[in-house]
Nanobody, 124 residues
């Protein structure tokens, strides 16, 4: 199982980015997925999660109303649309997937597979 995150970059405060996470090695249509981030000097934190159908999503309070997690049509890709970016959103963003299907992990750190991360830098 491999998760490939992409879409990070440098953006000014107030700007937008869309992160993508492409999963391979198995079909992820029945698996929840999540996004986490780790800022310099800080612990990794939960950002957003989505269930296998796309019908249930969760967000950390700091990004509610600004970030949107969604799944691609083939369900093997997960996106994180980030609007109204702030300097405090600067971090390496990781996508994550569980080992077992049809279980919603939400904000738990129990995900089994992690992507390599993509760096998002928001300048003030």
């Amino acid at each position: 199982v491999q998760l490939q995150a992409s879409g990070g970059g440098l953006v000014q405060a107030g700007g937008s980015l869309r992160l993508s996470c492409a999963a391979s090695g198995r079909t992820f249509s029945n698996y929840a997925m999540g996004w986490f981030r780790q800022a310099p000097g800080k612990e990794r934190e939960f950002v957003a999660a989505i269930d296998w159908s796309g019908g249930t999503t969760d967000y950390v309070d700091a990004v509610k109303g600004r970030f949107t997690i969604s799944r691609g049509n083939a369900k093997n890709t997960v996106y994180l649309r980030m609007n109204s970016l702030k300097p405090e959103d600067t971090a390496v963003y990781y996508c994550a997937a569980p080992k077992f299907p049809l279980i919603y992990y939400g904000s738990s750190n129990s995900y089994n597979y992690w992507g390599q991360g993509t760096l998002v830098t928001v300048s003030s």
